[in-house]
């Protein structure tokens, strides 16, 4: 007998949350903002919205359905079973945050706060949940797999993301490296404050500034595009570091290796710094596009 289906609803902290966490009451947190020209009388408001949301959301669950609720900070923690069928209560961030933890189960984007949100992840409205959960588990329900990117290193670790990954320094720093396309010559030794790879999602946040900046001619992908843009941040031409690679775009099967060549190397994608691999002296890792894809709700 297989199982019902498992709705897990993901959610953060509230920046309210996060200011009681802080200040301990309400009119201490209130004390500390208005010390600072702000109200908290808007922030509270948000804050209800969300809770609003995630209300609706529980009770829009089939009565036959197990759930589950699982916070941002505890994703890396979560197990996540196949039939699960994912609820991102919240902001576009939120969903790409949940991507690198799933394997294919449909996701819901619920906006919290629609018009504050740009929506290109959370599509939908907390009054739609039912229907969007029975259009998840419906056969031949509509959804998007949208492309993610990857990265995985010499020594096996791995680390996916759903807008992009971001290899530099800890700090403030200079990253030093080869780069070179995957399976070639050691590549181009290179001094930088990083180097980004993005997909069609990230194409709306990071990415674009990267692309804007440079005035690339590279046309942006979009998001169930088969397709990553990368780009190194300042690199800085010396007699031993050069700027010739400095942007590109890789296709499926293709991959962009970077050969670590200074004492500390993170990887993170999405911003997620707390779950990042660390590469020392003569490391390397692979980039490409991730056999996996997110499968959005639409």
Known sequence: MSLAPRAVIVHRRTEYEELLARHGTHGQAAF??????????????????????????????????????????????????????????????????????LTGQPVVGIDTDPGRNPGVLVRHRRTDAAALLRTATAAGGQAEELTMVEAVADDTQRLIALNEIYLGPPGHQTARYRLGDDGSAP????????????????????????????????????????????????AWPSPATGTSRVAGELGRGQGLRLTVESDRIVVFGDGMESDALELTWGQSVRLGIAERSLRLVI
């Open 32 to 101: 500390f903002l208005s010390s600072r020209g702000r109200s908290i009388d808007e922030v509270a408001r948000r804050h209800h919205r969300t809770r609003e949301a995630l209300r609706d959301v529980a009770a829009a669950v089939p009565l036959t359905w197990r759930n589950s609720r699982v916070e941002r900070a505890d994703l890396d923690r979560f197990l996540f079973a196949p039939e699960d069928v994912v609820v991102v209560v919240g902001q576009d961030g939120l969903v790409a945050n949940t991507a690198k933890y």
């Open 187 to 234: 590549g181009e030794a290179q001094a930088s404050s990083g180097v980004l790879v993005g997909t069609g999602t990230g194409a709306t946040g990071w990415l674009r500034s990267l692309w804007l900046e440079r005035g690339s001619a590279l046309p942006l992908p979009a998001p169930c595009d088969a397709r990553l843009l990368w780009f190194v941040r300042e």
